[in-house]
């Protein structure tokens, strides 16, 4: 499984970001995906997740109501909309996946994409 982000760049406060990871797996939609974010000093932390299949989505509350994710199973990718942005949103973003649905098994692992460096500026 390899995971390759991009998108990420400065931009000012209130402005957008979107975060895309294409992901090198068979059988895309059977796999879960993950955004996780890592601030200079800080742990790093879950920012939104989204399940198998057409996706659920899942949110850290520090982003809700202005992150986007979902997912293009065509394209193999899955994608992070970021809105009104806030010095506070500054990190390193990666992408994750850590379970899929093959064949109806329940299978967990955990893979991470190299990371992209969001700033924004106040």
């Known amino acids: 499984v390899q995971l390759q982000a991009s998108g990420g760049g400065l931009v000012q406060a209130g402005g957008s970001l979107r975060l895309s990871c294409a992901a090198s797996v068979d059988s895309f939609s059977t796999y879960a995906f993950n955004w996780y974010r890592q601030a200079p000093g800080k742990q790093r932390e879950l920012v939104a997740g989204?399940?198998?299949?057409?996706?659920?989505?899942k949110y850290a509350d520090s982003v809700r109501g202005r992150f986007t994710i979902s997912r293009d199973n065509a394209k193999n990718t899955v994608y992070l909309q970021m809105d009104s942005l806030k010095p506070e949103d500054t990190a390193v973003y990666y992408c994750n996946t850590d379970y899929a649905v093959i064949h109806g098994t329940f299978v967990r692992f955990d893979y991470w994409g190299q990371g992209t460096q969001v700033t924004v500026s106040s």
């Open positions: 989204i399940s198998t299949g057409s996706g659920t989505p």
